[in-house]
């Protein structure tokens, strides 16, 4: 008896059917939990933010997935060496802390010039971080070059701090909050001459024994000038006697690019006068 073409056709089907379940079934299983949820008190240090940020950044965040930390070459997204630091000069009117906030919640409002858009909002699915591990990655974040500033009650725009500002960020010693005054000028000076970029190119640390101090040194800047002079080689690099015109330009192309001018506030920059003016002959 002659087999109809379409019986041939079902029994291949179910054939075929029956043969690549059963190759399925086969095939080793492998269940992929969720992220978990890390709990995170409010009362660590700084220090434990820190690690804890580096953590999240390696792991669950998949952060060096595509950004690197000191590496050079064709990167997908920029390296963060140095964030820290950089962060405070990078969007006009956003501080450290607001840029890398905004850089983790909408990362697409700003795209570093040379890459393109396409980094993942992380606290949404399928990252998905909470609120608390995005500060402790703010905080490693800050590590990378700078001094981490926010503390496990910082609020910002994003976490129902308002619209604008940052608030509950430590002062420069890690400790209180920013919106208290902070205990000594000098504190703050520090802390606003490493967020803007003056310690890329000036060091205050003293010279080794028998040394002589490196260029661009301003350790022993308060024995050598008083707080207007200080003032006015920040404000006015033009009229530096010490400065060609070129030398002149370069100091004030580089704090434009740090934002000292039109972003840090005159108050700001008498912090750093005062920083800088404070004697260190003893260190």
Same mark, same amino acid.
């Given at each position: 008896?002659?087999?109809?073409?379409?019986?041939?056709? @079902?029994?291949?089907?179910?054939?075929?059917?029956?043969?690549?379940?059963? @190759?399925?079934?086969?095939?080793? !299983?492998?269940?992929?939990?969720?992220?978990?949820?890390?709990?995170?008190?409010? +009362?660590? =240090? /700084?220090?434990?933010?820190?690690?804890?940020?580096?953590?999240?950044?390696?792991?669950?965040?998949?952060?060096?997935?595509?950004?690197?930390?000191?590496?050079?070459?064709?990167?997908?997204?920029?390296?963060?060496?140095?964030?820290?630091?950089?962060?405070? %000069?990078?969007?006009?009117?956003?501080?450290?802390?607001?840029?890398?906030? !905004?850089?983790?919640?909408?990362?697409?409002?700003?795209?570093?010039?040379?890459?393109?858009?396409?980094?993942?909002?992380?606290?949404?699915?399928?990252?998905?971080?909470?609120?608390?591990?995005?500060?402790?990655?703010?905080?490693?974040?800050?590590?990378?070059?700078?001094?981490? =500033?926010?503390?496990?009650? /910082?609020?910002?725009?994003?976490?129902?701090?308002?619209?604008?500002? @940052? %608030?509950?960020?430590? +002062?420069?010693?890690?400790?209180?909050?920013?919106?208290?005054?902070?205990?000594?000028?000098?504190? =703050?000076?520090?802390?606003?001459?490493?967020?803007?970029?003056?310690?890329?190119?000036?060091?205050?640390?003293?010279?080794?024994?028998?040394?002589?101090?490196?260029?661009? =040194?301003?350790? +022993?800047?308060? /024995?050598?000038?008083?707080?207007?002079?200080?003032?006015?080689?920040?404000?006015?690099?033009?009229?530096?006697?010490?400065? %060609?015109?070129?030398?002149? !330009?370069?100091?004030?192309?580089?704090?434009?690019?740090?934002?000292?001018?039109?972003?840090?506030?005159? +108050?700001?920059?008498?912090?750093? @006068?005062?920083?800088?003016?404070?004697?260190?002959?003893?260190?």
């Amino acid at each position: 008896m002659k087999i109809p073409p379409s019986v041939n056709i @079902v029994v291949l089907a179910v054939a075929a059917t029956a043969f690549y379940t059963l @190759v399925g079934q086969l095939v080793p !299983q492998k269940e992929v939990p969720a992220p978990e949820v890390m709990e995170i008190s409010k +009362d660590i =240090s /700084t220090e434990e933010m820190i690690e804890i940020g580096k953590e999240i950044a390696q792991g669950k965040g998949i952060c060096l997935t595509c950004h690197t930390i000191g590496r050079s070459g064709a990167l997908r997204f920029p390296d963060l060496e140095g964030i820290g630091t950089r962060a405070a %000069s990078r969007i006009p009117g956003l501080n450290g802390v607001q840029y890398l906030v !905004q850089s983790l919640y909408e990362p697409d409002a700003y795209v570093v010039e040379g890459f393109n858009p396409g980094m993942p909002t992380i606290n949404k699915a399928p990252i998905g971080l909470t609120d608390d591990e995005i500060l402790t990655v703010i905080a490693y974040m800050q590590s990378l070059g700078g001094s981490p =500033s926010v503390t496990m009650e /910082t609020k910002h725009a994003y976490n129902g701090g308002g619209e604008e500002g @940052v %608030s509950g960020a430590a +002062d420069a010693s890690g400790e209180g909050p920013a919106a208290a005054a902070l205990e000594t000028a000098a504190l =703050s000076g520090d802390s606003l001459f490493k967020s803007y970029g003056c310690a890329e190119c000036h060091s205050i640390a003293p010279p080794a024994a028998g040394e002589a101090p490196p260029p661009r =040194s301003l350790h +022993d800047v308060g /024995t050598r000038l008083d707080h207007n002079a200080i003032l006015a080689t920040i404000l006015d690099p033009d009229n530096i006697p010490t400065l %060609s015109e070129s030398k002149a !330009q370069e100091k004030k192309a580089a704090m434009e690019a740090a934002g000292v001018y039109g972003k840090a506030t005159l +108050d700001e920059i008498q912090a750093i @006068v005062e920083f800088l003016a404070a004697p260190r002959g003893g260190e």
